[in-house]
């Protein structure tokens, strides 16, 4: 390594590798490794000694991950349906996203004048892909996919939301029968307006637990955003589809009749 008085951060290489350590909640047998994922080539002696070749691993290694996890997660998704999670979940921006979130940018030993202007995103998705390969190289392809699967699949998740188009239902029913063991039902509990322009209130089902209903401009909308609102709910978030303006539309409409 170059001497230590070339970067801006005091801390020591140690501090920073227990400290990356703590955050990320894996203890590594070789912490050389660990070591070698959070220095950039600014500090390194030479480039074969920075974090660069473990960032082209870990790289490789979050695909597979992600790419067998959404083959097996979504079985009715084409091979264009799924590239296009892999793309959204794969990037610099969400690497960037959950090496923020971990703290990761406290940890990372590189040269002076680098954070003069705050983290650059490259760097941020750089280490969180390094760090995947020395958990890798460190403990197998089981804590790799562990660690990766911990901090990228609620990424995934929304992934998937965005490229089946709101396509709500398709998602749910994938939840359901593989976390909650039961197959989502829609129960129409409502209708408003005239038979020219009526709503639907729906809410869905699941093994009899009842989710915040939705109102549509027909039944498969509001069959949508039931199941909108049941995700919602199941990951402990607010519903998104509980206004009553589609009521008040139904009632406006009939009102003009």
Same mark, same amino acid.
């Given at each position: 390594m170059k001497n230590s008085d070339v970067t801006d951060d005091p801390t020591s290489l140690e501090e920073k590798t227990e400290r990356c350590q703590q955050l990320i909640?894996?203890?590594f047998r070789d912490p050389a490794l660990v070591v $070698? &994922?959070?220095?950039? &080539?600014s500090v390194a002696s030479s480039r074969t000694h920075s974090n660069e070749r473990m960032e082209f691993l870990g790289d490789a290694i979050l695909g597979v991950v992600v790419c067998e996890h959404i083959f097996r997660m979504y079985p009715e998704y084409l091979e264009g349906e799924l590239t +296009? /999670? +892999? $793309? @959204? @979940?794969v990037s610099r921006r @969400?690497? &960037? +996203?959950i090496s923020k979130k971990l703290g990761l940018e406290r940890c990372l030993h590189v040269g002076r004048g680098m954070m003069r202007h705050g983290m650059p995103r490259s760097l941020l998705s750089d280490v969180f892909e390094a760090i995947v390969a020395a958990v890798y190289l460190d403990g197998g392809m089981e804590s790799a996919r562990e660690f990766i699967l911990s901090h990228i699949e609620p990424e995934i998740r929304m992934a998937a939301e965005g490229q089946s188009g709101g396509n709500y239902k398709s998602l749910l029913q994938q /939840? &359901?029968?593989?976390d909650m063991k039961g197959t989502p039902v829609y129960r129409l509990v409502g209708e408003s307006g005239p038979d020219h322009s009526k709503y639907f209130e729906v809410a869905a089902e699941i093994s009899g637990r009842r989710f915040a209903s939705a109102w549509g401009r027909n039944k498969k909308e509001a069959e949508q955003r039931a199941a909108g609102n049941a995700l919602a709910q199941i990951r402990g978030e607010e519903p998104p589809f509980v206004s009553n303006r589609f009521v008040g539309q139904a009632k406006d409409s009939h009102d003009n009749d």
């Amino acid at each position: 390594m170059k001497n230590s008085d070339v970067t801006d951060d005091p801390t020591s290489l140690e501090e920073k590798t227990e400290r990356c350590q703590q955050l990320i909640g894996y203890r590594f047998r070789d912490p050389a490794l660990v070591v $070698s &994922a959070l220095t950039h &080539a600014s500090v390194a002696s030479s480039r074969t000694h920075s974090n660069e070749r473990m960032e082209f691993l870990g790289d490789a290694i979050l695909g597979v991950v992600v790419c067998e996890h959404i083959f097996r997660m979504y079985p009715e998704y084409l091979e264009g349906e799924l590239t +296009k /999670i +892999k $793309s @959204v @979940v794969v990037s610099r921006r @969400v690497c &960037a +996203k959950i090496s923020k979130k971990l703290g990761l940018e406290r940890c990372l030993h590189v040269g002076r004048g680098m954070m003069r202007h705050g983290m650059p995103r490259s760097l941020l998705s750089d280490v969180f892909e390094a760090i995947v390969a020395a958990v890798y190289l460190d403990g197998g392809m089981e804590s790799a996919r562990e660690f990766i699967l911990s901090h990228i699949e609620p990424e995934i998740r929304m992934a998937a939301e965005g490229q089946s188009g709101g396509n709500y239902k398709s998602l749910l029913q994938q /939840i &359901a029968q593989g976390d909650m063991k039961g197959t989502p039902v829609y129960r129409l509990v409502g209708e408003s307006g005239p038979d020219h322009s009526k709503y639907f209130e729906v809410a869905a089902e699941i093994s009899g637990r009842r989710f915040a209903s939705a109102w549509g401009r027909n039944k498969k909308e509001a069959e949508q955003r039931a199941a909108g609102n049941a995700l919602a709910q199941i990951r402990g978030e607010e519903p998104p589809f509980v206004s009553n303006r589609f009521v008040g539309q139904a009632k406006d409409s009939h009102d003009n009749d």
